[in-house]
């Protein structure tokens, strides 16, 4: 991650989520500024690096607005272990339900899957080679005469061999060529597959919670011994599952597990959504849900304040993990939450509904932009989709009337408009609007297709 945010300046982070999110300056602002400062931090003297702790962030806004895609985006671009998880899924510790721990332990396990897939990028050339003598042997086992090796084995392709086991070798030479040329990946080959022996140990008691079974799974699978097993594939097949197979043993994995800890505690970001779910009335009473939400957030405070957490991974302290929490707060007020909670989220921020202008530019500037999306997917059938600019407005401006009048949803309610718009072409294509054909997208055509939606409030809202 330090590689990454060591030449990205808070202006040009703001500029990477400009290209898929439209406006929230404010917000976009501060959560380039809250990774930077993890760069800032990483690069201080040893004993202050220790003090710093990241400014976590409560967005505040309306569904569809953007919050849970700038949290996201920010993940990306620091190359950074990311979770999201909603605050409404946890329980109070003494009932049934997720504890508030689990999300620093999904918060590691995705460390460990972004540092595996960094160190496979590692080994690939030596992968590779592996499972292509593997994918060779299955094809031309090779014919070795007591105490010969192949190491030092040269030959005249001009010449007859002299024996099989030149012969062998020749033949092995082109079959490798060929396999490296792609042209052999339909062929049906018999390879062995390592796996473990499965446990299917299932453990219920008192202290028995999800990482211990995690663990014990580990541990038990760990001590049984590993089976082959012979199967027929495809040698495009083959090689994928061989490449897993051999790049795990190139791989040493209490490096990765030391490596994710470390990056998990220094630049993991958890995005807390649903947060005013958990807030309680504050009306005073003895009793009910408010009890157990309050109890969620006092669970939540040490994880948020820092703690260390177990995992099967490791210890992992959460002083330096960046959490971003989110929610609509239509009912409940940040202030609902207990004082120390939000003590621990000094960074607010108030994110806008959007306006008509703000679903126009959705439709037209992201490089994910739905209208770019759908061009690829007929694109795939061989079929040119374009829209007008006029078209966007109108869509934009439907959209935007259906929000107002029905429930504002934010950018989500263009995707069902999207979608009323242009299922008859999704599901006319390649049966009656055949390869080659160009579909352009009109302001009439748009009248025509969703003026209904707009006139029958009850329809747009069993619709929509």
């Known amino acids: 991650m330090q590689d990454q945010l060591s030449y990205l300046t808070p202006k040009q982070i703001v500029a990477e989520l400009d290209k898929y999110i439209v406006g929230q300056k404010d917000a976009k602002r501060n959560v380039a500024i809250a990774l930077r400062n993890r760069w800032r931090r990483m690069n201080t003297n040893t004993d202050m690096r220790q003090?710093?702790?990241?400014?976590?962030?409560?967005?505040?806004?309306?569904?569809?607005?953007?919050?849970?895609?700038?949290a996201r985006r920010l993940a990306k671009i620091a190359d950074a272990p990311f979770t999201k998880v909603e605050a409404s899924k946890f329980t109070e510790v003494?009932?049934?339900?997720?504890?508030?721990?689990?999300?620093?332990?999904?918060?590691?396990e995705q460390a460990v899957h972004l540092v595996k897939a960094n160190k496979k990028e590692g080994v690939k050339a030596r992968a590779n080679q592996a499972v292509e003598d593997i994918i060779l042997d299955a094809l031309i086992p090779p014919v070795r005469k007591a105490g010969s090796s192949s190491s030092g084995f040269s030959y005249d392709n001009n010449t007859m061999p002299d024996n099989d086991e030149e012969l062998n070798e020749r033949t092995r030479e082109r079959f490798r060529e060929k396999i490296r040329n792609g042209e052999m990946e339909?062929?049906?080959?018999?390879?062995?597959?390592?796996?473990?022996?499965?446990?299917?140990?299932?453990?219920?008691?008192?202290?028995?919670?999800?990482?211990?079974?995690?663990?014990?799974?580990?541990?038990?699978?760990?001590?049984?011994?590993?089976?082959?097993?012979?199967?027929?594939?495809?040698?495009?097949?083959?090689?994928?599952?061989?490449?897993?197979?051999?790049?795990?043993?190139?791989?040493?994995?209490?490096?990765?597990?030391?490596?994710?800890?470390?990056?998990?505690?220094?630049?993991?970001?958890?995005?807390?959504?649903?947060?005013?779910?958990?807030?309680?009335?504050?009306?005073?009473?003895?009793?009910?849900?408010?009890?157990?939400?309050?109890?969620?957030?006092?669970?939540?405070?040490?994880?948020?304040?820092?703690?260390?957490?177990?995992?099967?991974?490791?210890?992992?302290?959460?002083?330096?993990?960046?959490?971003i929490a989110a929610g609509a707060f239509h009912i409940s007020k940040p202030s609902d939450l207990i004082p120390e909670l939000q003590g621990r989220f000094p960074i607010r921020v108030e994110l806008q509904s959007l306006t008509k202008d703000d679903f126009y530019h959705i439709l037209k500037e992201p490089k994910n932009a739905l209208t770019k999306q759908y061009e690829s997917l007929l694109m795939a059938e061989g079929v040119e989709l374009t829209f007008?600019?006029?078209?966007?407005?109108?869509?934009?401006?439907?959209?935007?009337?259906?929000?107002?009048?029905?429930?504002?949803?934010?950018?989500?309610?263009?995707?069902?408009?999207?979608?009323?718009?242009?299922?008859?072409?999704?599901?006319?294509?390649?049966?009656?609007i055949s390869a080659n054909a160009k579909i352009v997208i009109t302001p009439e055509l748009v009248d025509q297709r969703l003026s209904s939606l707009v006139k029958n409030r009850d329809l747009s809202q069993y619709i929509l």
Not at 51 to 70: H, Q
Not at 94 to 108: A, F, K, Q, T
Not at 237 to 260: G, Q, T, W
């Open 388 to 432: 007008q600019d006029e078209a966007l407005a109108k869509i934009a401006e439907i959209a935007f009337h259906i929000n107002s009048e029905v429930e504002n949803i934010g950018a989500r309610r263009l995707h069902t408009v999207m979608s009323h718009l242009l299922n008859d072409f999704l599901f006319d294509i390649p049966d009656v």
């Open 186 to 323: 339909d062929r049906k080959i018999e390879i062995s597959i390592q796996h473990s022996a499965g446990s299917n140990v299932g453990m219920v008691g008192p202290g028995i919670d999800e990482m211990t079974m995690a663990n014990l799974q580990e541990m038990i699978g760990g001590m049984l011994p590993k089976k082959t097993k012979k199967r027929k594939v495809t040698i495009g097949e083959a090689r994928k599952i061989l490449f897993e197979e051999e790049s795990a043993k190139l791989i040493d994995m209490d490096e990765v597990k030391e490596e994710a800890i470390r990056k998990a505690e220094d630049s993991g970001i958890i995005f807390i959504d649903e947060i005013d779910k958990i807030a309680t009335s504050r009306k005073g009473g003895g009793g009910g849900p408010d009890v157990s939400r309050e109890g969620v957030q006092r669970d939540l405070l040490p994880i948020v304040e820092g703690s260390t957490v177990n995992t099967k991974y490791g210890v992992i302290n959460t002083d330096h993990v960046l959490f």
């Open 94 to 108: 003494g009932y049934v339900g997720r504890d508030v721990e689990s999300m620093v332990r999904d918060l590691v």
């Open 51 to 70: 003090e710093i702790v990241p400014n976590n962030i409560l967005m505040i806004g309306a569904t569809g607005v953007g919050k849970t895609e700038i």
